[in-house]
């Protein structure tokens, strides 16, 4: 069985051999954020390093206010609307249809108020989830931590 060191061609192991850890971290956000653009067609942002680091930020928000809703219920509506602020920046940037009434239909990703996952998260039905990350429920993460 090959490893993927056989099936890397000798000139790109050369390259990323002499990468330092932090040109390899950026090389693996900007090619995340490749596959996010090629999820999301319609999103505004054209950079994918860019793309992916703003995602990135409103994920980190996201979780961070749903830990909070969860260790201290009163502030639950304040977490709430911060985190509304946060996913309505996240279907800008994606460049997504808003969803409807009922929370269904017409968006292709959702948030996850759950503190032990990611938050922004592809449905696992969507085509689109076949470019990104998974986790142990399907679901495609969009903006996963890279290192």
């Known amino acids: 069985m090959k490893t993927t060191a056989d099936r890397t061609p000798p000139y790109v192991a050369r390259e990323i051999a002499r990468m330092t850890a932090a040109e390899r971290r950026s090389a693996a956000r900007a090619d995340y954020g490749r596959r996010i653009l090629e999820a999301f067609p319609t999103a505004t942002e054209r950079d994918p390093a860019e793309l992916y680091r703003k995602l990135r930020r409103i994920e980190a928000r996201i979780h961070r206010m749903a830990i909070m809703a969860c260790n201290a219920p009163d502030i639950d509506s304040w977490c709430e609307r911060r985190i509304e602020a946060a996913s309505a920046r996240a ?23 759950d503190p032990r996952g990611y938050a ?27 290192r």
């Open 91 to 113: 279907r800008a940037l994606l460049g997504d249809r808003p969803v409807d009434a009922d929370g269904f239909g017409a968006a292709r990703w959702f948030v996850n108020t």
């Open 120 to 146: 922004l998260k592809v449905f696992d039905t969507d085509p689109a989830s076949q470019y990104l990350n998974r986790d142990m429920g399907g679901y495609g993460i969009i903006a996963p931590e890279v």
